[in-house]
Every structure is written in C-alpha cells, then in structure tokens.
C-alpha cells in the first residue's frame, strides 16, 4: 500500500495550489484522509481531514483559504489552497487510514503517509 503526493510548488503570496494524493496497492477501502504540513523549524500540525463520509475539518489557520475534498473511486485527496501566505511555507503530508485484508483474521487498519511535498510561498 502507497500513498503518493504531488502538486506543491513555489507561489506568490495570494497564488493558489491544488495538491493531491493517491492511495494505491492492495487494500479494501481508505476512510479518513488528512493533509499535514510542517513548516521550517516548527512542528507537524494537521491542516484539514475528511471522513470517507465527506465530513471535513480544518486547523482555525486554514479555514476559509483551503478545501479539501477526495475522489473515493479514485481513492484520491485533494487540497485547494487560495489567498496562500508565506506562513503555508511547509513541506505538506498526506496520510490516509487504510484497510487491508488479513487472512484468517479479518481487516486491519493501517495509518499510511504519502512521501511529502514542498510547498514555498513567497512575499
């Protein structure tokens, strides 16, 4: 099971981005997905999650500037990010709470984490 992240990049203060991530490998379903980010010299915070039922959530600095959103055919997340300031400066993290077969002893849920990517805004 992977996760693989992409669409981050260097933007000017009030660009936006859309990153994505996808779930891929053997499993039976993904449920909650989440987008983390660690900015230089701080700590890993979470920005935003979604149930597999669509319920979202967002970290108080985010709201209103970043949606995120999934494909559940596509096992995919995605993070809109607008009006970008150069506190976003992070490296961005997708993990995903993913269920696998296991034989003789049902399902096992598993937190899997995509490799990250950067994500620069400039002022």
């Known amino acids: 099971v992977q996760l693989q992240a992409s ?4 933007v000017q203060a009030g660009g936006s981005l859309r990153l994505s ?12 997905m989440r987008w983390y980010r ?12 979604i149930t597999g039922g669509g ?5 108080d600095a985010v709201k209103g500037r970043f949606t995120i ?19 976003d400066t992070a490296v961005y ?3 995903a709470d993913i269920w ?13 984490w995509g490799q990250g990517t950067q994500v620069t805004v400039s002022s």
Do not use: I, W
């Open 93 to 95: 993290y997708c993990s």
């Open 38 to 49: 660690h900015p230089p010299g701080k700590q890993r915070e979470l920005v935003a999650s």
């Open 21 to 32: 991530c996808s779930a891929s490998g053997s499993f039976v379903r993904v449920t909650t």
């Open 55 to 59: 319920v979202t959530n967002y970290a």
């Open 7 to 10: 669409g981050g990049g260097l």
């Open 69 to 87: 959103s999934r494909d559940s055919d596509k096992n995919t997340v995605y993070l809109h990010m607008v009006s970008l300031e150069p506190e």
């Open 100 to 112: 696998t077969a296991v034989e003789g002893s049902g399902l096992n849920r598993g937190d899997y």
